[in-house]
């Protein structure tokens, strides 16, 4: 699924198309534009539009991003059902935290074939434990926590070389 | 030789205790500063020498907590005290308590602060002077003749609260059905906010604009520093306040300021204090009340003054007499205040609250503020979390630097009216100075559009600034971007 975001209570899906450089290819609205972000500090920012450069203010708080632009704050809300359809996780191979939490424990190590709904990890967070399942078939590459450490949502939890890559 | 304080304890919070220690500062007065643990990493109570935690049933309580107050101006002994404006600013009860201490209230004393505080009593002191106040009656809800007297004053009318402020305590009434209801809606609610249930009918003047003007008294001179307008209101409460009056002929600013002047040396006033006038579309102006605390719009007189207010109060407490004479006082240029509210302005002006992300304040502008990174905005305040002002040569100047300085303003994190004061800002009547305390229900503004552009703009700094796509770009292996389209 592509990314989605609410803007003015509608919602409007981002197709993104490739990344060349620094600019991304993103259809918005039926029409493609090349998009980049320069950032000046933490909140500070230049974004270029199709070749038009725009000053930006930006606060990011979970969902919630906060973006100050031509004179006017807007709150744009990043939508994200739990179930694993957010930008990350729609790459296969590519497993990612869908809440902030602590891993409880591992059940794969790097370099050992995976199968699609293998559980990989079980995570906890706010008390709630959750199992973190394969996207794919393939061979972990990479276990990027140990168990008790910590990460914010949307974290690279695993990394699995699908058949597609590994022919590559 | 000046006397002075050694040590003066700011009894508020918010942009106000900064404004208070900024000037204490400056002349080199220690400072105690009282916090609520809702408040405890605010600056200024890491700025102030020392600083004191209040405690209460609310947060609203402990600053409220009169006994609890003087005893830490006890144990930090201090001279004296600057209430700021709201919580205990108006309180004869404080003022009283502190001078059994021997501590000084940076304010005028306990008795005009009573007679002014009484909206009865203060336009009868008024009235007794010789000079307008708006017609009005003050019988009981029970009295046979008050229908009868009401009607001779003329639909529509206004119910008051005795005790009341703040925009707090009133009720239009346009016809002789709905009076007998809301008086006793009015008195019991009177009664239950400020324990007071006296209320009282004045003739309701629609479109009129609200002129206050700034006095300076030491019990013996008074001076004027001009009139504000504050017309741009919302539920009674001011948004948008200019000094001078885009409305006053300088005739009738004299005649107005005099008035002002006329009534605060009446009651031989010390300290800062506003006179309110409702001034009507004919040119009439009436007393509506006297504030005896620093306003929170102070500072658009300071701009076209030149002269620090809370400095003057602070001196004039301090038992010296006021340097200034009237003749001294020329003011330059125009001033503007944009109050900053957490609220939905487009949508019945509703509380917001949030966590503040990040503040960007542009050079030029006068902000006065108490706000700080990562700040919870709850519901225990009062929604104001700042003042934007600007000054300029002119009103026109004034504007432009207004509407400039809320394009550039950018306060992340919470939902502001910042937009709505632009559009009031944009408005035609505005413009033209044709404002009055009706205005912004006929305005009706309702949030402006975002064009295509905009969106496609917003969704690609959205999706670019995302901390999901960023780690995603950051930390996806690289096959997956070589692949051409990154979707598969």
């Given at each position: 699924?592509?990314?989605?975001?609410?803007?003015?209570?509608?919602?409007?899906?981002?197709?993104?198309?490739?990344?060349?450089?620094?600019?991304?290819?993103?259809?918005?609205?039926?029409?493609?534009?090349?998009?980049?972000?320069?950032?000046?500090?933490?909140?500070?920012?230049?974004?270029?539009?199709?070749?038009?450069?725009?000053?930006?203010?930006?606060?990011?708080?979970?969902?919630?991003?906060?973006?100050?632009?031509?004179?006017?704050?807007?709150?744009?809300?990043?939508?994200?059902?739990?179930?694993?359809?957010?930008?990350?996780?729609?790459?296969?191979?590519?497993?990612?935290?869908?809440?902030?939490?602590?891993?409880?424990?591992?059940?794969?190590?790097?370099?050992?074939?995976?199968?699609?709904?293998?559980?990989?990890?079980?995570?906890?967070?706010?008390?709630?434990?959750?199992?973190?399942?394969?996207?794919?078939?393939?061979?972990?590459?990479?276990?990027?926590?140990?168990?008790?450490?910590?990460?914010?949502?949307?974290?690279?939890?695993?990394?699995?070389?699908?058949?597609?890559?590994?022919?590559? | 030789?000046?006397?002075?304080?050694?040590?003066?304890?700011?009894?508020n919070r918010g942009e106000i205790a900064n404004r208070v220690l900024a000037c204490l500062q400056k002349?080199?007065?220690?400072?105690?500063?009282?916090?609520?643990?809702?408040?405890?990493?605010?600056?200024?109570?890491?700025?102030?020498?020392?600083?004191?935690?209040?405690?209460?049933?609310?947060?609203?309580?402990?600053?409220?907590?009169?006994?609890?107050?003087?005893?830490?101006?006890?144990?930090?002994?201090?001279?004296?005290?600057?209430?700021?404006?709201?919580?205990?600013?108006?309180?004869?009860?404080?003022?009283?308590?502190?001078?059994?201490?021997?501590?000084?209230?940076?304010?005028?004393?306990?008795?005009?602060?009573?007679?002014?505080?009484?909206?009865?009593?203060?336009?009868?002191?008024?009235?007794?002077?010789?000079?307008?106040?708006?017609?009005?009656?003050?019988?009981?809800?029970?009295d046979p003749a008050l229908t009868e007297q009401v009607a001779k004053l003329g639909y529509p009318v206004?119910?008051?609260?005795?005790?009341?402020?703040?925009?707090?305590?009133?009720?239009?009434?346009?016809?002789?059905?709905?009076?007998?209801?809301?008086?006793?809606?009015?008195?019991?609610?009177?009664?239950?906010?400020?324990?007071?249930?006296?209320?009282?009918?004045?003739?309701?003047?629609?479109?009129?604009?609200?002129?206050?003007?700034?006095?300076?008294?030491?019990g013996t001179n008074c001076v004027h520093l001009g009139e504000r307008e504050c017309s741009v209101q919302?539920?009674?409460?001011?948004?948008?306040?200019?000094?001078?009056?885009?409305?006053?002929?300088?005739?009738?600013?004299?005649?107005?300021?005099?008035?002002?002047?006329?009534?605060?040396?009446?009651?031989?006033?010390?300290?800062?204090?506003?006179?309110?006038?409702?001034?009507?579309?004919?040119?009439?102006?009436?007393?509506?009340?006297?504030?005896?605390?620093?306003?929170?719009?102070?500072?658009?007189?300071?701009?076209?003054?030149?002269?620090?207010?809370?400095?003057?109060?602070?001196?004039?407490?301090?038992?010296?007499?006021?340097?200034?004479?009237?003749?001294?006082?020329?003011?330059?240029?125009?001033?503007?205040?944009?109050?900053?509210?957490?609220?939905?302005?487009?949508?019945?002006?509703?509380?917001?609250?949030?966590?503040?992300?990040?503040?960007?304040?542009?050079?030029?502008?006068?902000?006065?503020?108490?706000?700080?990174?990562?700040?919870?905005?709850?519901?225990?305040?009062?929604?104001?979390?700042?003042?934007?002002?600007?000054?300029?040569?002119?009103?026109?100047?004034?504007?432009?630097?207004?509407?400039?300085?809320?394009?550039?303003?950018?306060?992340?994190?919470?939902?502001?009216?910042?937009?709505?004061?632009?559009?009031?800002?944009?408005?035609?009547?505005?413009?033209?100075?044709?404002?009055?305390?009706?205005?912004?229900?006929?305005?009706?503004?309702?949030?402006?559009?975002?064009?295509?552009?905009?969106?496609?703009?917003?969704?690609?700094?959205?999706?670019?600034?995302?901390?999901?796509?960023?780690?995603?770009?950051?930390?996806?292996?690289?096959?997956?971007?070589?692949?051409?389209?990154?979707?598969?």
């Amino acid at each position: 699924m592509h990314p989605r975001y609410l803007v003015n209570d509608e919602s409007y899906e981002l197709a993104p198309q490739r990344i060349a450089g620094e600019q991304t290819l993103v259809t918005i609205d039926d029409s493609d534009h090349r998009i980049s972000l320069y950032w000046f500090d933490d909140h500070q920012a230049e974004l270029v539009i199709n070749n038009e450069s725009h000053l930006v203010f930006i606060a990011q708080d979970e969902d919630k991003l906060f973006i100050h632009l031509n004179g006017r704050t807007h709150t744009i809300e990043r939508l994200n059902d739990f179930s694993g359809s957010s930008a990350l996780q729609d790459v296969d191979g590519i497993i990612t935290a869908p809440m902030p939490g602590a891993v409880l424990t591992i059940h794969v190590k790097a370099g050992e074939p995976v199968t699609n709904d293998q559980v990989l990890m079980v995570i906890e967070s706010m008390k709630m434990q959750l199992e973190i399942k394969s996207n794919t078939d393939g061979i972990a590459r990479a276990i990027n926590y140990e168990v008790g450490q910590t990460f914010d949502r949307g974290a690279l939890l695993v990394e699995i070389e699908t058949e597609e890559t590994c022919e590559e | 030789m000046n006397k002075r304080f050694n040590k003066v304890l700011i009894a508020n919070r918010g942009e106000i205790a900064n404004r208070v220690l900024a000037c204490l500062q400056k002349l080199e007065i220690d400072s105690v500063v009282i916090f609520h643990a809702l408040d405890a990493r605010s600056p200024v109570v890491a700025n102030a020498t020392e600083s004191a935690e209040v405690y209460g049933d609310s947060p609203t309580a402990a600053y409220l907590d009169i006994e609890q107050i003087v005893s830490i101006c006890k144990s930090h002994k201090v001279d004296a005290v600057h209430p700021g404006y709201g919580f205990l600013s108006e309180n004869p009860g404080f003022v009283t308590a502190l001078a059994k201490e021997g501590i000084t209230f940076i304010g005028p004393g306990s008795d005009v602060m009573k007679l002014m505080g009484d909206k009865i009593a203060s336009r009868e002191f008024v009235e007794s002077l010789g000079l307008p106040v708006p017609p009005s009656v003050t019988l009981d809800v029970d009295d046979p003749a008050l229908t009868e007297q009401v009607a001779k004053l003329g639909y529509p009318v206004i119910v008051k609260a005795s005790a009341g402020g703040g925009g707090k305590g009133m009720s239009i009434v346009s016809g002789q059905d709905e009076l007998e209801a809301t008086l006793r809606v009015a008195a019991s609610e009177a009664e239950a906010y400020f324990g007071d249930s006296r209320v009282y009918v004045e003739r309701y003047f629609e479109q009129t604009r609200h002129i206050e003007v700034q006095i300076l008294g030491d019990g013996t001179n008074c001076v004027h520093l001009g009139e504000r307008e504050c017309s741009v209101q919302r539920r009674f409460q001011k948004i948008i306040e200019e000094a001078p009056s885009p409305a006053l002929t300088p005739e009738k600013r004299t005649s107005i300021c005099e008035t002002a002047v006329a009534i605060a040396r009446a009651a031989k006033y010390e300290s800062a204090g506003t006179v309110e006038f409702l001034y009507t579309h004919e040119g009439d102006f009436y007393f509506l009340e006297m504030n005896t605390r620093i306003q929170v719009e102070h500072p658009v007189t300071e701009m076209i003054y030149g002269i620090d207010l809370i400095e003057q109060q602070i001196n004039i407490a301090a038992n010296n007499a006021m340097t200034l004479s009237q003749g001294d006082l020329n003011p330059t240029g125009h001033a503007i205040e944009c109050r900053l509210y957490a609220e939905d302005a487009f949508n019945g002006y509703l509380p917001e609250i949030g966590k503040l992300l990040y503040m960007h304040v542009p050079d030029g502008v006068r902000f006065d503020s108490g706000l700080y990174q990562n700040q919870v905005i709850g519901s225990a305040f009062d929604p104001m979390l700042a003042k934007l002002i600007v000054h300029g040569e002119s009103r026109d100047a004034a504007i432009g630097n207004m509407r400039q300085a809320l394009g550039e303003l950018a306060i992340l994190g919470i939902k502001t009216n910042q937009e709505f004061l632009a559009r009031v800002i944009d408005s035609q009547p505005f413009r033209q100075g044709d404002t009055h305390t009706g205005m912004l229900e006929q305005l009706n503004l309702s949030e402006p559009e975002i064009s295509a552009e905009e969106r496609a703009s917003l969704l690609a700094a959205s999706y670019l600034a995302d901390r999901h796509t960023r780690q995603r770009i950051d930390r996806t292996p690289h096959p997956y971007l070589n692949i051409g389209d990154w979707r598969n």
